[in-house]
């Protein structure tokens, strides 16, 4: 430890600290632009200088390494003149309109310029202009004029976004940031550079010129975007949602969120919105009441249930709806008699049921992955499917963490990997097998039974190497392997591995309340997911959840609705198949419409309350359930609030967090049969992942918002006769889609990319079937 004064004020601070460090140890503050706790020192605006004793001039804070018994002073007269001399230089050039900036009001250059600022300008030169760039739809370049050159943009999409989207091209007073040759920022975790930005440079595109921050109410919430659940500041004005940023959370996500938590708060104001319940009467539908359609639902419910028995009804929510949302819906169908529940529609392997030691999770806290000697992630497209997890490992791989992907694409994740083995779909399985003879043999012991025939390769050496090494290993399962044929195999050999290796086993998670979901009676005791459209029910109950887009083989469940005598749509947002299918639309409210309780993939519990009020005549799921049972008569449900419904959930399971256990009992390692035919791969795109993001008009302009295309790689499109750029007729089951070929090598041979949770797509079968091409 070294020992330094600052401005009178001694502390104890760890080698290699900086000035900046020991400052903000003790409670002083040094004025900075360029310098940010989670970048790289740059030194570049010198706003930071202070007066080091013995020192001749004045040195930057940031960037000045602390020695043993030094004495600093930060607002000395020699510092204080320095910080005033170059925020002088800073402003010559700058434009004065703070009147229209939207950066007014929570800006550090305006703040620093009322303490460090001459009260008159003795330039008189004309000022430097820097022409806008067009960088996409969510991102504004167009003050350019505005940046000061801290770089934090560019720093940012190097470290931690993990791409220089941005650089500063040309010299001395012609210096600029800019994009490469005319691109546009796409990196999913690019809005995080609005905030970095200390003054109005890079703004907001959806937000800009809508309100002003002195307007905006700031208000606390959860995401409810992915496993991570992190933490947000809701800004509001006048009862609508004018912009989301993030609330810093170390343990959860640092201070930075996605693109998709950040701006798909923009379908929230939009006209997709259902504010008024429906009913379907004579083939028309008609708006009516909230007691007339809730009558009308639990008169159809008891009739059905009565005449053909609590199995002949089901219930689908969304996996992000909260714990209070899915403990009522059980608790409502297990009053009708019905066992038939489930939250996790993109899953079509469930042999794990019934099987679990306890409720699946990460595996550890996500805090601790930075500190992850290797890890092994199975079947997973990282970077959009969890952005800020991504994001961690990135982080993690810079310093010693040996980061490995056993994946159906090789897609670039950023994060320089210690091994990457690309598979087919049916594949997977045997490839983990792999690694786990692998990690055997070169432990030492007998090969688990079952695997004796498995062929072993370099690679899956390579990454069994890594996860036999050192002290904290972990193997995560992702999306991918969760929603695979094969995730109970997949789940069972990489807790197999975990048992070789030391390594902790756990799942990435696919929407924010898989924990929640079971824990809180949304599982079913009779159909699960896919058995309540394979073997057609009678009525259905549908909760925040679009089949045809959020559902494993939205072809089956829309010929189950078809069939159905009722369909119950609960959802915030008018859905134009569900016009066809559904008998009753019941207008529910978001996340920020709505109180409830998310738990993270972590076992974090977070609850939250609604930020704006309900819009029109919609209302909280968790109330709608709650009336719902009251009109069944049912017991139990004289609930006042959304606190009294969790803490009974939480109450009953008191050891919630002690039940986290991602073990099995009694399944066997059994590797599935090869696979012949053509493989469908199918990604759920970042911003059509859910119902928030496709209705968001900024994240539907992005890159990762263009319409699919038939992806495939270039010896494949030569064997099946094809051309990249030709239309192709994709067929599975009696369902098809005509899309463009695109050669991409980074898919595996004998296999087609083709994305789900899309309009062009909804009308194919599973996510990882076979499937058939030909000419359009």
């Not at 004005?237 to 810093?248: A, C, G, I, N, T």
């Not at 009708?336 to 529609?345: A, E, H, I, T």
């Not at 519990?605 to 909280?620: E, H, L, T």
Request: charged share 20%; net charge neutral; hydrophobic share 45%.
């Amino acid at each position: 430890m070294l020992e330094i004064e600052i401005d009178g004020k001694k502390a104890q601070v760890p080698d290699g600290s900086t000035v900046m460090d020991a400052a903000q140890q003790v409670g002083v503050y040094i004025p900075h632009f360029c310098y940010h706790k989670k970048l790289s020192i740059a030194a570049n605006c010198r706003m930071c200088l202070v007066q080091v004793e013995k020192a001749p001039k004045p040195l930057p804070a940031c960037a000045t390494p602390v020695t043993n018994g030094m004495k600093v002073f930060t607002h000395s007269e020699l510092a204080v003149k320095a910080q005033k001399g170059v925020m002088e230089f800073l402003l010559i050039n700058h434009p004065l309109d703070c009147p229209i900036c939207d950066q007014g009001g929570e800006c550090q250059l305006q703040d620093m310029s009322v303490g460090y600022g001459p009260m008159k300008s003795r330039y008189t030169e004309e000022k430097h202009v820097v022409f806008h760039k067009n960088v996409g739809p969510l991102i504004s370049m167009e003050e350019m004029s505005r940046c000061i050159h801290c770089t934090r943009c560019v720093r940012f999409g190097q470290e931690v976004a993990g791409i220089m989207e941005l650089g500063m091209a040309n010299r001395n007073m012609h210096s600029e940031i800019t994009t490469f040759l005319g691109r546009t920022v796409d990196s999913e975790l690019s809005g995080n550079m609005i905030d970095l930005c200390p003054v109005g440079a890079l703004t907001s595109k959806p937000f800009r010129y809508t309100a002003r921050s002195w307007e905006l109410q700031r208000r606390k919430s959860v995401s409810p975007h992915d496993s991570v659940g992190a933490n947000l500041v809701v800004q509001v004005k006048h009862d609508s949602v004018m912009r989301v940023l993030p609330r810093e959370n170390e343990a959860v996500n640092e201070c930075w969120i996605s693109d998709k938590e950040r701006f798909s708060y923009q379908s929230l104001n939009s006209d997709q919105r259902l504010t008024k319940p429906m009913v379907k009467q004579g083939g028309e539908w008609r708006e009516v009441d909230w007691n007339v359609a809730l009558d009308y639902v639990a008169h159809g419910l008891k009739d059905v249930a009565r005449n053909h028995g609590g199995d002949a009804i089901a219930a689908l929510a969304s996996p992000a709806s909260t714990l209070e949302e899915m403990y009522l819906l059980g608790k409502v169908f297990k009053g009708l008699g019905s066992g038939n529940v489930d939250f996790r529609p993109r899953q079509i392997d469930f042999a794990t049921d019934f099987k679990r030691a306890g409720t699946p999770w990460l595996g550890l806290k996500l805090a601790e992955i930075k500190d992850l000697d290797a890890a092994l992630v199975v079947g997973s497209f990282l970077r959009k499917d969890h952005p800020l997890i991504a994001q961690r490992l990135r982080q993690a791989a810079k310093k010693f963490t040996k980061v490995s992907l056993l994946s159906v694409t090789s897609d670039d994740q950023l994060i320089q990997l210690h091994a990457n083995l690309t598979v087919a779909p049916a594949q997977l399985a045997q490839s983990l097998a792999a690694v786990v003879k692998a990690a055997a043999e070169l432990k030492g012991t007998a090969v688990p039974a079952g695997l004796e025939g498995v062929a072993v390769c370099e690679t899956s050496k390579k990454i069994a190497q890594s996860l036999l090494e050192g002290e904290k290993r972990a193997v995560f399962l992702g999306n991918v392997a969760t929603q695979s044929a094969q995730a109970t195999q997949l789940h069972a050999l990489a807790l197999e591995l975990g048992k070789l290796t030391g390594a902790t086993v756990g799942f990435l998670g696919e929407a924010a309340n898989v924990v929640g979901g079971h824990a809180g009676w949304a599982l079913p005791s009779g159909a699960n997911a896919r058995q309540m459209f394979e073997q057609p029910r009678k009525a259905y109950f549908l909760l925040g959840i679009e089949p045809e887009f959020d559902y494993a083989n939205p072809q089956v469940a829309f010929a189950a609705l078809k069939q159905a005598s009722l369909v119950v749509f609960a959802s915030a947002f008018k859905n134009d198949l569900a016009l066809e299918y559904a008998d009753v639309i019941l207008p529910i409210a978001p996340y920020t419409e709505t109180a409830g309780t998310f738990v993270n993939i972590e076992g974090r519990v977070q609850s939250f309350n609604g930020v704006v009020k309900a819009r029109g005549d919609a209302r909280p799921a968790w109330k709608l359930l709650r009336v719902l049972g009251n009109v069944l008569t049912l017991d139990g449900f004289a609930y006042e609030s959304s606190e009294a419904v969790r803490d009974e959930v939480l109450g009953k399971d008191a050891e919630f967090v002690a039940n986290l256990d991602n073990g099995l009992n009694g399944v066997a390692i059994q590797l599935p049969s090869a696979v012949e035919g053509l493989q469908r791969i199918a990604d759920v795109p970042i911003n059509f992942a859910d119902p928030m993001a496709r209705r968001s008009p900024a994240l539907q302009q992005t890159a990762d918002g263009v319409a699919p295309s038939a992806r495939i790689n270039e010896q494949t499109l030569a064997q099946l006769g094809l051309a990249a750029g030709s239309p192709v007729r994709l067929k599975q089951g009696n369902g098809e889609a005509v899309l463009t070929a695109k050669a991409d090598n980074n898919v595996p041979l004998g296999c087609i990319r083709v994305a789900a949770a899309h309009a062009s797509t909804a009308s194919l079968g599973e996510m990882f079937g076979l499937i058939t091409v030909e000419r359009a």
